[in-house]
């Protein structure tokens, strides 16, 4: 052989060895794929795809060409990474199995291609006749095109998807930018006087709700209706007399609405602060809340506060009108399906004329509204103005009212019971109090308390508090003393209530029996103080106003626990001294008979208006903040409030708002109080009120 041949043998020879490496990838390969079949969850995949990889390997043992034989094989890899390995571990949609069903049928055609092809001879007499090259490409090519295929529509699918959410997310934009407020909308609605009121409020003596299994009767009927879509009744009105629980069914009712996310609002009124009494909070307190919920409401308050900026501090039914009705009558999309407001202690409400009013206009309101289901649930005494408007006008047909001083003893009498079972156990397992011989509290106890409680919860749960009083610590004494006096007799509902409170009132004063002895003038001179400020204080305040000493403040408190809320830090200059219960300053003022404990309340107010002169005669003068340029008017002082919290305490504040309305409770003339105001009048009362 010449060199010139062997030279050609030797490159005819290295062209075969890298063919056959080639050829041997693909091999490989195909088993790799035909095993990695199993797991796909397709029906029928698995077979396809097999039909295809044997139609491979058929044209695959006829005679080799590298380049074809590597594109096909890049081909099956493919294949294997971007289709079979996927579709393991991915949610087959109704998308992806419409392509993988064009796929399939692709797949399916290469098949029946060469098989068609293989009918008419063998393969390779087949293939003998044809292109190997060109057979191979074309089969690569097939199968190029199938895979194409598959991706393009992926492709497009997820550019679709994209297109989907670039809409959603413009349509999510558009709502923000239709909620989201301007600075001066903004500005608007934190100008609204509104209160914190919500059942829940840290501001507010929170009354404990129902224990469990208490109330179960009276509570399915109040959510019977809230969830009767049908009834006319859209007012529910729990009515009875101080001490029967209604607050605490309130709260009960408020909370429950809440955890199932249909309290609308709430509000609590408390006749111990000015903002919590005060009729003209109601609508702007509840229309913050409303905007709390729902985006889209707010967004229609601050509208309407647009065109009446001071519709917050206006008459009340421009308030209805501007803060609730428009705003609720537009919107569209309404996040509000049924709705329930909860109001307590109307009674408590300032006013009775402003209070009648407020009834008419919610009467209107639950009726009125086009989009909205709301319904309003109310708790107050049976007092003469509240019942006067239920029972008359419009109020009548859309109302259920209910007493609850009317729900049977018996029923009343056993929820008294669990209570008390409930919190006696409490406290001797606090206190440790176990002795299997001689069981605490007994089974004579706990009835005596039960029938002595009548249908007042408020006498248990005064008891309770009297027992456990912190600063005794011995409840078995505290028990033997509520009951060693015989029940008292009478036809007053509140007696055994009275009782109660002359039990705390007596354990206070020790053995004194005398009502001009020390420890009964400084009770009274301290409860008198504090039943009687129309905004409660704390005792460095009070003792500031009244010239009583903080110590002898505190050392009363102390002892009275079970109907003074006190705040945990004694020394605190800005928790105020609450009471317990209203009917506590009711006893005092009007049902006790008792000279060392009764007091007079038009003379305390007398006393209360002298105190309150003396404090404006010593402190007021003019340029009280010492500013730079007096003449200048308030509204132009921008940091007039901070200035002021410099200077002004709590009871010059107190001062300056009440004097006028201890005065107008007293029996005296303005001249004969102090000197008249004329002390004080030329100076800047005005600027503190």
């Known amino acids: 052989m010449d060199k010139k041949g062997r030279k050609f043998f030797q490159f005819s020879s290295k062209t075969k060895n890298i063919a056959n490496e080639t050829s041997g990838a693909l091999v490989t390969t195909l088993t790799i794929v035909k095993e990695s079949l199993d797991g796909v969850p397709i029906p029928g995949f698995k077979a396809t795809v097999g039909g295809v990889l044997e139609v491979i390997k058929a044209v695959k043992k006829t005679k080799d060409n590298e380049e074809d034989i590597a594109q096909l094989r890049t081909n099956v890899v493919r294949l294997k990474e971007i289709i079979i390995e996927p579709l393991k571990n991915v949610e087959i949609t109704d998308a992806l199995r419409a392509r993988i069903d064009v796929l399939m049928r692709d797949l399916e055609d290469i098949r029946t291609e060469f098989n068609k092809m293989s009918e008419k001879g063998h393969i390779r007499k087949f293939l003998a006749v044809h292109d190997h090259a060109t057979t191979i490409a074309g089969l690569s090519r097939m199968l190029e095109r199938a895979l194409d295929s598959f991706m393009l529509g992926g492709a497009i699918e997820v550019e679709r998807r994209i297109e989907s959410v670039e809409q959603g997310v413009s349509k999510v934009e558009m709502m923000i930018e239709k909620f989201v407020l301007t600075q001066g909308q903004q500005e608007l609605l934190n100008r609204l006087p509104s209160v914190d009121a919500r059942y829940d409020s840290a501001a507010r003596t929170i009354a404990p709700g129902c224990l469990e299994d208490t109330r179960v009767a009276l509570l ?220 605490w509290p007994s089974e004579e106890d706990i009835n005596e308390l039960t029938a002595r409680a009548g249908t007042l919860f408020i006498v248990a749960s005064t008891g309770i508090k009297f027992i456990a009083d912190p600063h005794v610590r011995h409840p078995k004494r505290q028990l033997r003393a509520l009951l060693s006096d015989a029940p008292m007799s009478g036809t ?113 107010h007398y006393q209360m208006t002298v105190n309150c002169l003396r404090v404006l005669n010593t402190f007021l003068k003019r340029n009280i903040c010492q500013l730079v340029n007096p003449l200048v008017p308030n509204s132009d002082i921008s940091d007039l409030q901070e200035q002021l919290l410099k200077v002004v305490e709590p009871h010059h504040r107190y001062a300056c708002q009440y004097w006028a309305q201890h005065l107008n409770a007293t029996s005296k003339k303005c001249r004969e109080v102090a000197g008249g105001p004329q002390y004080f009048l030329h100076r800047e009362a005005p600027s503190m009120a």
């Open 492 to 604: 007053s509902p509140y007696r055994n209530l009275d009782q109660v409170y002359l039990c705390v009132l007596e354990a206070a004063i020790g053995n004194s029996k005398d009502p001009s002895d020390y420890v009964c003038c400084r009770l009274r001179e301290v409860l008198g103080a504090i039943i009687i400020v129309l905004d409660p204080l704390s005792a460095t305040a009070l003792s500031h106003l009244t010239g009583l000493e903080t110590d002898d403040i505190r050392a009363t408190v102390d002892l009275l626990h079970s109907v003074i809320i006190a705040p945990q830090d004694p020394f605190s200059v800005a928790d105020p001294l609450r009471i317990m219960h209203l009917s506590f300053p009711n006893f005092l003022t009007e049902r006790c008979s008792d000279p060392r404990f009764y007091i007079n309340s038009t003379e305390y």
């Open 220 to 439: 399915n009927e109040i959510f019977d209706w809230i969830n009767d879509r049908s009834t006319r009744e859209k007012i529910y009105w729990l009515y009875g007399l101080a001490g029967t629980g209604k607050s605490t069914i309130a709260q009960t009712v408020a909370a429950r609405l809440d955890q199932e996310s249909r309290l609308g609002a709430s509000f609590f009124f408390s006749r111990d602060s000015k903002e919590l009494r005060d009729p003209l909070r109601v609508l702007p307190t509840i229309a913050c809340q409303l905007a709390e919920l729902s985006p889209e409401f707010k967004r229609h308050l601050a509208v309407s506060l647009e065109g009446r900026k001071d519709a917050g501090t206006s008459a009340l039914p421009i308030q209805m009108e501007k803060l609730i009705f428009d705003p609720l009558r537009a919107i569209e999309f309404s996040t509000f399906t049924l709705l329930v407001i909860v109001i307590d202690a109307l009674d408590e409400c300032e006013g009775a004329e402003l209070t009648s009013v407020l009834l008419e206009l919610i009467s209107q309101f639950v009726v009125d509204l086009p989009n909205v289901e709301m319904k309003v649930f109310m708790t107050s005494r049976p007092e003469h103005h509240v019942m006067d408007k239920f029972k008359k006008n419009a109020m009548g047909p859309v109302s259920r009212p209910f007493a609850l001083h009317d729900i049977e003893h018996s029923v009343v009498q056993a929820d008294i019971q669990v209570f008390l079972r409930h919190e006696l156990a409490r406290l001797a397992h606090e206190f440790n109090i176990h002795d299997p011989l001689s069981p």
